[in-house]
């Protein structure tokens, strides 16, 4: 089970915000930005990484640097793994799996424009066995340029 955010010392909470969004800062740059000793930023990440608070290191999406305009955060509850592969892997700009033993996947999808992105749920609908697949959130104007899925 994880830590109470009010249990986490004031070090450890500016070392959580440095790398929320950026998580492929060094130590150094961590400890420039923070005020942080380099020592202090490299004990505090191994014991987030020991203790599975920090789980994995995820890229940031410079949404400028790919031709997509319309984005779904979509849900597959397929039965088995191979049905992903039945989704077009050039459009999915993340997947992670939500429920591993219910075999449930989360799929962030782009699209070119609107009816890419009918066209392809359509076209997904058909593959995957019957209401298996789930529209969570569609959008076309992320936040930020800079899209960071938590």
Request: glycine share 6%; aromatic share 8%.
């Amino acid at each position: 089970m994880g830590r109470d955010l009010e249990s986490l010392s004031d070090n450890e909470k500016k070392f959580l915000k440095s790398i929320i969004g950026e998580g492929k800062k060094t130590d150094t740059e961590i400890a420039d930005e923070t005020g942080l000793s380099v020592s202090t930023a490299n004990r505090i990440r191994h014991s987030f990484e020991e203790q599975d608070i920090i789980k994995e290191y995820i890229p940031v999406i410079n949404l400028d640097g790919v031709s997509l305009s319309i984005y779904a955060l979509v849900e597959i509850n397929s039965g088995a793994k191979e049905s992903l592969d039945k989704v077009e892997d050039g459009k999915v700009v993340f997947s992670g799996s939500t429920n591993e033993a219910e075999k449930t996947y989360n799929l962030l999808i782009g699209y070119r424009n609107y009816q890419d992105y009918t066209e392809s749920i359509e076209s997904m609908r058909d593959k995957l066995p019957e209401n298996s697949i789930r529209e969570l959130k569609v959008f076309n104007e992320p936040d930020s340029k800079n899209f960071v899925l938590r």
